[in-house]
């Protein structure tokens, strides 16, 4: 920093700016923090694809059709892909955070291990895919 002089003649140093570009690669924590945050911008977009989705259903047989059509682009599945990787590292990324941000559990006087909690978030998780999955198929037959 090169010293500043201000009308008295006096010399002063300028003060100290921290430098920000790339403070956040600079340490795995907020690496993994960047992450989630940027999947949480696949996870809005895929709501918002939904909700289209839901309008679509709500103005009739042919705007639905519409829409299930533009679905079927490629360009839509290579989307798809890509929210679905988004998805997966969020709820990766939540289950990780999850026995950090509940209250604790006590079960039989003994606190529930971090480990317990996030295995039965991912239980939860693939459970529902599952069913939500089977009634894609049964609504399909």
Not at 25 to 45: C, D, K, L, S
Not at 50 to 70: H, I, K, P, S, Y
Not at 94 to 102: A, D, G, L, S, V
Not at 114 to 127: D, L
């Amino acid at each position: 920093m090169k010293p500043e002089s201000n009308s008295g003649g006096v010399r002063r140093n300028p003060p100290y700016v921290r430098p920000m570009e790339g403070w956040w690669r600079r340490n795995p924590f907020f690496v993994r923090y960047m992450a989630r945050e940027v999947t949480a911008v696949g996870v809005w977009v895929y709501a918002l694809i939904l909700t289209v989705g839901v309008v679509r259903l709500a103005q009739g047989e042919a705007a639905w059709n519409g829409w299930l059509l533009a679905l079927q682009s490629p360009m839509s599945i290579v989307l798809h892909l890509v929210l679905l990787v988004c998805m997966v590292l969020h709820a990766y990324s939540w289950f990780e955070i999850m026995p950090k941000t509940m209250a604790p559990i006590v079960v039989g006087g003994e606190r529930v291990s971090a480990e317990r909690i996030q295995r039965s978030g991912w239980t939860a998780a693939v459970v529902v895919t599952i069913v939500v999955l089977l009634l894609a198929v049964w609504s399909q037959s």
